[in-house]
């Protein structure tokens, strides 16, 4: 999940200054407790050894979690991993250990969102100015507003399944509220293949929330 970045100097490359503005990833990571190196690597040993279907269903990648967390982490690393469970068997499908972790901060990054904007927009703030590995490299990230915290991208390789991340998202959001009580009216992906173009949520009045998946799968979600 990243933000824009301001001008980069001369010569450097577009991924490397993608690669140098992940704010959000870093911060969903730190939030949550995790070391995000050690997650990767002990949920990619999880899958290897057991297969996506187990290491889904029976614990192996939150195990995976609990070994890059202290134990005061746990119990909301726990809550999370029931989410996921459950998304990713609503939809269908179970994930690679890396479609896990993405699902993961994006269930979080939505949990606190909705919960309370402000106080995500400020620890953002706090961890971008204060904390971020990367706050003192260019190019430089510019601040982050709350608008930029009601969009999200994810950053994957071609054919690494960035649309079930997709369907996995539209589950996440199908139930959810602002504290205003506004919700979703209409989701919209403007990928052309694929199981629909919309799909209908619960009307409500006037929030809103904008949720990219790579190039070419997009969600806007606006109120009617």
Same mark, same amino acid.
């Given at each position: 999940?990243?933000?824009?970045?301001?001008? &980069?100097?001369?010569? /450097?490359?577009?991924?490397?200054?993608?690669?140098?503005?992940?704010?959000?990833?870093?911060?969903?990571? /730190?939030?949550?407790? @995790?070391?995000?190196?050690?997650?990767?690597?002990?949920? *990619?040993?999880?899958?290897?050894?057991? !297969?996506?279907?187990? &290491?889904?269903?029976?614990?192996?990648?939150?195990?995976?979690?609990?070994?890059?967390?202290?134990?005061? =982490?746990?119990?909301?690393?726990?809550?999370?991993?029931?989410?996921?469970?459950?998304?990713?068997?609503?939809?269908?499908?179970?994930?690679?250990?890396?479609?896990?972790?993405?699902?993961?901060?994006? =269930?979080?990054?939505?949990?606190?969102?909705? +919960?309370?904007?402000? =106080?995500?927009?400020?620890?953002?703030?706090?961890?971008?100015?204060?904390?971020?590995?990367?706050?003192?490299?260019?190019?430089?990230? +510019?601040?982050?507003?709350?608008?930029?915290?009601?969009?999200?991208?994810?950053?994957? &390789? /071609?054919?690494?399944?960035? /649309?079930? @991340?997709?369907?996995?998202?539209? +589950?996440?959001?199908?139930?959810?509220?602002?504290?205003?009580? !506004?919700?979703?009216?209409?989701? @919209? *992906?403007?990928?052309?293949?694929?199981?629909?173009?919309?799909?209908?949520?619960?009307?409500?009045?006037?929030?809103?929330?904008?949720?990219?998946? !790579?190039?070419?799968?997009?969600?806007?979600?606006?109120?009617?």
């Amino acid at each position: 999940m990243a933000q824009r970045a301001a001008p &980069a100097r001369p010569g /450097t490359s577009g991924h490397g200054r993608l690669k140098r503005s992940l704010v959000l990833r870093d911060f969903l990571a /730190t939030d949550l407790g @995790i070391d995000r190196h050690h997650a990767e690597r002990y949920l *990619s040993d999880q899958e290897t050894q057991y !297969g996506t279907l187990d &290491a889904l269903n029976a614990n192996s990648y939150l195990h995976a979690l609990r070994m890059a967390a202290p134990s005061s =982490a746990r119990p909301h690393l726990e809550a999370l991993d029931s989410e996921v469970r459950a998304t990713c068997q609503q939809v269908g499908f179970a994930p690679r250990y890396f479609q896990y972790l993405a699902i993961l901060f994006a =269930a979080h990054h939505l949990n606190r969102l909705f +919960a309370d904007p402000d =106080a995500l927009l400020a620890d953002v703030a706090r961890f971008h100015q204060e904390e971020w590995p990367g706050r003192n490299l260019p190019p430089k990230v +510019a601040d982050f507003t709350l608008d930029d915290l009601q969009q999200a991208a994810f950053w994957m &390789a /071609t054919a690494a399944g960035k /649309t079930h @991340i997709f369907h996995a998202c539209l +589950a996440l959001l199908a139930s959810r509220r602002f504290p205003d009580g !506004g919700s979703f009216a209409q989701v @919209i *992906s403007s990928q052309r293949s694929g199981n629909g173009d919309a799909r209908r949520l619960e009307p409500q009045q006037d929030s809103m929330l904008r949720l990219q998946v !790579g190039g070419n799968c997009r969600v806007t979600a606006k109120p009617v």
